[in-house]
């Protein structure tokens, strides 16, 4: 991992990446499927909402920790159609964004995706809920 960032560098990166994923839910009706790319936005979104409320209360580096487990809960749904399990595929999407963000060593964001369980043989987990506002959840 590159040298580590500091926890408002974490919130600025989270925070662009939230008006991406806001971005992408305003043009989804463009899509040909619509609902799933805005639930596949709204999912990411929400991860990002997520992480940032953790990052404004823990270090980096244990931010980077429970994205990994979020990461390692997620089924995988590699080879499914690209508009089914829009919520699953968004998240995972929104935690490989926040592995590039933060630098995290290749190597180790492939142990997690390991770790991962197979679709069937999981339970879907749901997306975490934050009940914390953070500068995060605004526009």
Do not use: C, W
């Not at 806001?22 to 609902?35: F, G, I, S």
């Not at 209360?57 to 089914?84: R, W």
């Not at 590039?100 to 679709?119: I, N, Q, Y």
């Amino acid at each position: 991992m590159k040298e580590t960032m500091s926890t408002e560098q974490m919130l600025q990166g989270l925070k662009h990446y939230r008006r991406i994923a806001r971005q992408d839910m305003l043009r989804a009706p463009e899509t040909p499927h619509p609902d799933a790319f805005l639930a596949h936005a709204e999912s990411r979104r929400a991860l990002y909402v997520d992480l940032g409320t953790h990052a404004e209360k823990h270090a980096p580096s244990d931010v980077i920790t429970h994205a990994l487990e979020l990461y390692q809960a997620i089924p995988f749904s590699t080879g499914t159609a690209e508009h089914e399990y829009p919520d699953l595929k968004g998240r995972e999407n929104a935690l490989e964004n926040f592995f590039l963000l933060v630098g995290l060593d290749p190597k180790t964001r492939r142990e997690a995706r390991s770790r991962r369980p197979k679709m069937d043989a999981a339970p879907v987990v749901p997306a975490p809920a934050s009940d914390t506002p953070s500068e995060l959840t605004s526009g």
